[in-house]
């Protein structure tokens, strides 16, 4: 069983990823959900998980901080999924900004529901957990 965490401060938006996660994957998934990022690093080493998966643009802290806390205490895959645009920075700049301190995934909003099935499988399944960019 494959442990992942979804953290995202839209419930609609978590509530989306965990029903195409629960439809579209045939793995059996234990999914934790977290609309506080916050929340997700206190329950993080608990939960030890093989994926997380969160969003960038989030208070208090956000999925920076988030992916800097999770790579400094240990490897597991991070898939930032984003439709954000902070100031006048593009959501494909924000993506780019992720992969940069660490995210090995990156995928815009925009393509949740054609692309988060394949690539959540393509990650749990890979060996290498190699890096990738979904466009």
Do not use: R, W
């Amino acid at each position: 069983m494959y442990k992942v965490m979804l953290i995202d401060d839209s419930p609609i938006l978590l509530d989306v990823m965990e029903a195409i996660i629960n439809t579209e994957i045939e793995y059996n998934l234990e999914l934790h959900k977290f609309l506080k990022p916050e929340k997700a690093l206190d329950n993080f080493q608990e939960i030890s998980p093989d994926l997380v998966i969160t969003d960038i643009d989030m208070p208090n802290i956000d999925g920076f901080e988030l992916i800097t806390c999770i790579k400094s205490l240990t490897n597991t895959p991070v898939l930032v999924v984003s439709g954000s645009t902070v100031s006048n920075n593009s959501t494909d700049t924000l993506l780019y900004c992720a992969k940069s301190i660490g995210a090995e995934f990156i995928l815009n909003k925009d393509l949740i529901k054609e692309k988060l099935s394949s690539v959540v499988t393509a990650i749990l399944t890979s060996s290498s957990k190699s890096e990738s960019v979904v466009q």
